[in-house]
Nanobody, 125 residues
Framework: QVQLVESGGGLVQAGGSLRLSCAAS????????MGWFRQAPGKEREIVAV????????YYAASVRGRFTISRDNAKNTVYLQMDSLKPEDTAVYYC??????????????????WGQGTQVTVSS
C-alpha cells in the first residue's frame, strides 16, 4: 500500500514557477514509477510527466516539455515537479500517481495503482 500526498500548488502569474512535491508513505516507494497528471475543469485527466523507479528515464507531454522537470529522491520517498514558464493553460488540479508496471511513454491513468488527492495550480494571465 502506498499513500501519496501532494503539496506546493498555488496561484502564480504567467511566466512564473512552482515546484510540486509528492510525499509517499511505505517502504516500497523506490519500486514504483511515478507520474504527474493534471485535470482542468471539463477536461479529461492527462499525463504530464513520468519518472521510472530509478530516476533513469523520464517522459514529458509535448505541452510541458522544456518547461517542466520531474525528479525523485528515493531516500526521502518524494517525487517533484518543477514547473517553469507557466502558462494560463497549465491551470489544473495536479495529481501524483504510482505504478509498478510502467509501460513507457504516455501511460494512461488506468495503469496507476495509487493516487494523491491533488493540488490546485492556477496561472493568471
Amino acid at each position: 500500500q502506498v499513500q501519496l500526498v501532494e503539496s506546493g500548488g498555488g496561484l502564480v502569474q504567467a511566466g512564473g514557477s512552482l515546484r510540486l512535491s509528492c510525499a509517499a508513505s511505505g517502504r516500497t516507494f523506490s519500486m514504483y514509477a511515478m507520474g504527474w497528471f493534471r485535470q482542468a475543469p471539463g477536461k479529461e485527466r492527462e499525463i504530464v510527466a513520468v519518472i521510472t523507479w530509478s530516476g533513469g528515464s523520464t517522459y514529458y507531454a509535448a505541452s510541458v516539455r522544456g518547461r517542466f522537470t520531474i525528479s525523485r529522491d528515493n531516500a526521502k520517498n518524494t517525487v517533484y515537479l518543477q514547473m517553469d514558464s507557466l502558462k494560463p493553460e497549465d491551470t489544473a488540479v495536479y495529481y501524483c500517481a504510482a505504478t509498478k508496471y510502467y509501460s513507457g511513454g504516455d501511460s494512461p491513468p488506468g495503469e496507476y495503482d495509487y493516487w494523491g488527492q491533488g493540488t490546485q495550480v492556477t496561472v493568471s494571465s
